[in-house]
């Protein structure tokens, strides 16, 4: 197996020799560089899966090595590491370097290693990704040469295709859902708080009858609409207590937020609007935002997705209360129907609620994707 390398960029050898000794016990290698053009330069004769830039460096910014990492090793994941979480700088970083995490100083060492960890699954991912994404071009190419008469050979290879494409499917998911783990754990309270969202929207569409294909992309927007949390102020996100106004009107700013991170990714760009629309009110409230939309002006998935973050919200414990019982959640969806959320969706939460019960909120749900794929 290829021995995993990470190179790490600061200026400070205090900082370079710190992080090497706090990688010691890793199983990847640790390579250093203190300026931009010099990792620019190990890494066009070197192998590195990873890197991690401080942001704030001489000659050349964390921001800006990122995206000339991008442009010449497009597959290496890039990871900024800085003492200074401006709102545009994360920005900066995500538009301009795609980074995988933004990292604050001072790191958090287990978190900072597991972010390493994960970076790494990361980079194995896309390359199974990329490799099975060649093997299903030279069995296409394979197929187009085969006899019609060999149609039980024909049947064979399909056969195999379509299991190569359940797999990029499946991987499909599993690199967005370790996206919104990676937001999700910011706060120890909402881990796996995006993928429940995303299986009890994915539900409700279900019981609305809506189409496959919606139904999946209500799942995806479900998964990803608190992806803008990146660029949120941990010190926000962590809060133990309820926000004040000004902590709110940060906290406001999230969907739009994953709305411009998704914008450029093209296979994500039909649930953009829905991840920046999931806060509007049905009826067009000023409580609703960030456009204050009310009705069908509000995309479909965003009016569902809203009913299922409040039901995961409310069902689930927090520092300062615990989840709320089944009644008491079926009394809020009741009278918020028609002010904060579309009735009609409303009817259906409620009647599978109804139905299933607390099996609705089972907490470690996965969404089935292979129920969703023509096989």
Same mark, same amino acid.
């Given at each position: 197996?290829?021995?995993?390398?990470?190179?790490?960029? #600061?200026?400070?050898?205090?900082?370079?020799?710190?992080?090497?000794?706090?990688?010691?016990?890793?199983?990847?290698?640790?390579?250093?560089?203190?300026? +931009?053009?010099?990792?620019?330069?190990?890494? #066009?004769?070197?192998?590195?899966?990873?890197?991690?830039?401080d942001?704030?460096?001489?000659?050349?910014?964390?921001?800006?090595?990122? @995206?000339?990492?991008?442009?010449?090793?497009?597959?290496?994941?890039r990871?900024?590491l800085?003492?200074? @979480?401006?709102?545009?700088?994360?920005?900066?970083?995500?538009?301009? +370097?795609?980074?995988?995490?933004?990292?604050?100083?001072?790191?958090?060492?287990?978190?900072l290693?597991?972010?390493?960890?994960?970076?790494?699954?990361?980079?194995?991912?896309? &390359?199974?990704?990329q490799? %099975?994404?060649?093997v299903?071009?030279?069995?296409?190419?394979?197929? &187009?040469?085969?006899?019609?008469?060999?149609?039980?050979?024909?049947? #064979?290879?399909?056969?195999?295709?379509?299991?190569?494409?359940?797999?990029?499917?499946?991987?499909?998911?599993?690199? %967005?859902?370790? $996206?919104?783990?990676?937001?999700?754990?910011?706060?120890?309270?909402?881990?796996?708080? /995006?993928?429940?969202?995303?299986?009890?929207?994915?539900?409700?569409?279900? !019981? =609305?009858? =809506?189409?496959?294909? $919606?139904i999946?992309?209500?799942?995806? *927007?479900?998964?990803?609409?608190?992806?803008?949390?990146?660029?949120?102020?941990? @010190?926000?996100?962590?809060?133990?207590?309820?926000?004040?106004? @000004?902590?709110?009107?940060l906290?406001?700013?999230?969907?739009?937020? +994953?709305?411009?991170?998704?914008?450029?990714?093209?296979?994500?760009?039909?649930?953009?609007e829905?991840?920046?629309?999931?806060?509007?009110?049905? #009826?067009? /409230?000023?409580?609703?935002?960030?456009?204050?939309?009310?009705?069908?002006?509000?995309?479909?998935? /965003?009016?569902?997705?809203?009913?299922?973050?409040?039901? !995961?919200?409310?069902?689930s414990?927090?520092?300062?209360?615990?989840?709320?019982?089944?009644?008491?959640?079926?009394?809020?969806?009741?009278?918020f129907?028609?002010? &904060?959320?579309?009735?009609?969706?409303?009817?259906?939460?409620?009647? %599978?609620?109804?139905?299933? *019960?607390? +099996?609705?909120?089972?907490?470690? &749900?996965k969404f089935?994707?292979?129920?969703?794929?023509?096989?």
């Amino acid at each position: 197996m290829e021995t995993h390398t990470v190179l790490f960029v #600061d200026d400070e050898p205090n900082i370079q020799k710190a992080l090497q000794r706090l990688m010691r016990q890793e199983p990847f290698e640790v390579i250093t560089a203190s300026r +931009g053009a010099e990792a620019l330069e190990i890494l #066009d004769r070197t192998s590195a899966q990873v890197v991690v830039s401080d942001q704030r460096m001489p000659e050349m910014s964390g921001v800006e090595l990122l @995206a000339a990492v991008r442009e010449r090793h497009p597959s290496v994941v890039r990871v900024m590491l800085t003492g200074h @979480a401006e709102m545009d700088v994360a920005v900066d970083a995500v538009n301009h +370097g795609q980074i995988f995490r933004l990292v604050t100083k001072p790191w958090n060492e287990d978190e900072l290693k597991t972010t390493l960890r994960q970076a790494l699954d990361h980079w194995d991912l896309k &390359q199974e990704i990329q490799r %099975l994404n060649q093997v299903t071009r030279e069995q296409n190419f394979r197929l &187009q040469d085969m006899n019609r008469t060999l149609e039980d050979k024909v049947r #064979d290879r399909t056969k195999q295709l379509v299991e190569k494409h359940l797999e990029l499917r499946t991987a499909y998911v599993q690199t %967005l859902r370790t $996206l919104a783990e990676a937001v999700d754990a910011k706060d120890a309270y909402t881990r796996g708080h /995006s993928e429940r969202v995303g299986v009890y929207a994915s539900k409700v569409g279900r !019981e =609305l009858g =809506l189409p496959k294909d $919606l139904i999946e992309r209500i799942y995806i *927007a479900g998964l990803l609409h608190d992806v803008g949390k990146i660029g949120v102020p941990d @010190a926000v996100i962590q809060k133990p207590g309820h926000l004040d106004d @000004a902590e709110y009107e940060l906290m406001k700013r999230h969907p739009e937020i +994953g709305a411009r991170i998704l914008e450029p990714v093209e296979f994500l760009s039909d649930v953009v609007e829905c991840v920046r629309h999931h806060h509007e009110w049905f #009826d067009g /409230s000023r409580k609703g935002y960030p456009d204050r939309l009310s009705g069908n002006r509000i995309p479909l998935p /965003s009016r569902v997705i809203l009913v299922a973050d409040t039901v !995961e919200a409310m069902t689930s414990d927090r520092p300062y209360r615990e989840g709320m019982p089944l009644e008491r959640v079926v009394d809020e969806l009741h009278r918020f129907s028609g002010s &904060q959320f579309d009735p009609n969706v409303v009817d259906a939460c409620l009647r %599978l609620l109804e139905r299933e *019960a607390e +099996g609705f909120l089972k907490k470690d &749900q996965k969404f089935d994707i292979y129920a969703f794929l023509e096989v």
